[in-house]
């Protein structure tokens, strides 16, 4: 059973492009969490989806920041316009139960640069 | 609300044990930890649910004291595979997954021969 996968492990971003970084869950996982990690930092929490729909999107910046679960393939958050200051690793966690009380499986993460 | 991690960083010998805390100040359904080394994903140790629960896990254990909205992580005989950074993560809600996990900023365990 493969881990969590996420790609590109490494992207380089001009200010105002835009970002997409992947996230297939394990299998059998219909959980998924982005997380937002800066050096010294926590993992800081972004959004919670399940198949298709967006369960809790708090952590996650109004604009420009979007992320999808569809049906079919992987888990995708989007960074529209990206800046400097979204430069960080962004890892994406999957689980068969809701994260509060399972166990969650991390992907390696997806580290942004934005020049 | 991040919960506070102490200390920030330890540096030990093999052999040696490790204490490390993780307060809220709000009350807590129940509490994660996980270890990440430089570079790699966070992998998860254990779970802590609202009940004042004691866990192991090799010579890795945890408390919760739900009263005190207190865990702690404590490593034994310290190995040199325990080097990395521990992350607690606290949800105050009690199941149904409608909050992602909040985890302090981790404290940096360092473990020399």
């Known amino acids: 059973n493969a881990g969590v996968m996420q790609n590109p492990r490494h992207l380089v971003r001009r200010r105002g492009q835009e970002a997409r970084l992947r996230c297939s869950p394990m299998k059998g996982h219909s959980h998924v969490y982005w997380y937002r990690q800066l050096p010294e930092e926590g993992l800081k929490f972004m959004v919670y989806l399940q198949k298709e729909n967006i369960i809790d999107e708090s952590g996650m910046p109004k604009e420009r920041f979007s992320a999808e679960f569809p049906k079919e393939g992987p888990s995708i958050l989007r960074i529209q316009q990206v800046v400097r200051g979204d430069s960080a690793a962004y890892f994406c966690?999957?689980?068969?139960?809701?994260?509060?009380?399972?166990?969650?499986?991390f992907g390696e993460g997806s580290r942004l640069t934005v020049l | 609300q991040q919960p506070v991690q102490s200390p920030q960083a330890v540096i030990l010998r093999e052999g040696e044990d490790a204490v490390i805390n993780c307060s809220s100040s709000k009350a807590l359904y129940s509490v994660h930890w996980y270890r990440q080394k430089h570079g790699e994903a966070p992998v998860f140790l254990m779970i802590l649910l609202k009940g004042g629960e004691q866990k192991g896990h090799e010579k890795i254990s945890a408390s919760f004291n739900e009263k005190k909205q207190q865990s702690s992580l404590y490593l034994t005989a310290s190995q040199l595979s325990y080097s990395g950074t521990y992350f607690c993560g606290t949800d105050m809600y009690s199941g149904g997954g409608a909050d992602g996990l909040t985890f302090g900023k981790g404290t940096h365990l360092i473990i020399q021969p």
């Open positions: 966690a999957s689980s068969p139960v809701p994260g509060d009380i399972g166990e969650l499986f």
